[in-house]
T-cell receptor, first 115, second 113 residues
């Protein structure tokens, strides 16, 4: 069974540009979570999507946004990129029927570098 | 916001040694999870704990959900070189209703020179 997949693996942008990151959850999972992991730091919660709706967001500015598609894949958009947005962006999924709700499984991440 | 205090921040291991790390919180948690992250990869779920006092093993790994529901520990017995990496504790104190997990800052395991 395929795990959580993310694309692209690496993304290089310049300040002020927009970045789009994509995530496909494990088959059967309906929830997708996005986390930011800055170098040497822990994971910070960004966004939670479930059944196509945004359910919760972390303490990040509105230029971090996203959406979830009918097939449960998700997209994270970061507008007006700043240098401090450089980080590993991780996507996780859960929600398989019968599984405990918050057992999240992570993808390999997208390394975003802002120059 | 909520924070998890994870310790130690780093430790060196020699093959065969037992390793112990823990996480504490000022709030009661409903779930404790332990993840391992290798360089350039996403975290991999090792153990999930759901009840106070629960003790769960996964091979050489053992984790416990503290009785007070404010702490958890992870033990690795007879460590091997592939155990190196960063271990994160994570907790859910909203019971899933808020979605996000709270993560500790990690314990970095390295091989003793």
């Amino acid at each position: 069974e395929a795990g959580v997949t993310q694309s692209p693996t690496h993304l290089i942008k310049t300040r002020g540009q927009q970045a789009t990151l994509r995530c496909s959850p494990i088959s059967g999972h309906t929830s997708v979570y996005w986390y930011q992991q800055a170098l040497g730091l822990g994971l910070q919660f960004l966004l939670w999507y479930d059944e196509g709706e945004e359910r919760n967001r972390g303490n990040f500015p509105p230029r971090f946004s996203g959406r979830q598609f009918p097939n449960y894949s998700s997209e994270l958009n970061v507008n007006a990129l700043e240098l401090e947005d450089s980080a590993l962006y991780l996507c996780a999924s859960d929600g398989l029927a019968g599984a405990y709700y918050n057992e999240q499984f992570f993808g390999p991440g997208t390394r975003l570098t802002v120059l | 916001g909520q924070q998890l205090n994870q310790s130690p921040q780093s430790m060196f291991i020699q093959e065969g040694e037992d390793v112990s790390m823990n996480c504490t919180s000022s709030s009661i948690f409903n779930t404790w999870l332990w993840y391992k992250q290798d360089p350039g990869e996403g975290p991999v779920l090792l153990i999930a704990l759901y009840k106070a006092g629960e003790l769960t093993s996964n091979g050489r790994l053992t984790a416990q959900f503290g009785i007070t529901r404010k702490d958890s520990f992870l033990n690795i017995s007879a460590s091997i070189p592939s155990d190196v990496g960063i271990y994160f504790c994570a907790g859910d104190y909203y019971g899933g209703s808020q979605g996000n997990l709270i993560f500790g800052k990690g314990t970095k395991l390295s091989v003793k020179p």
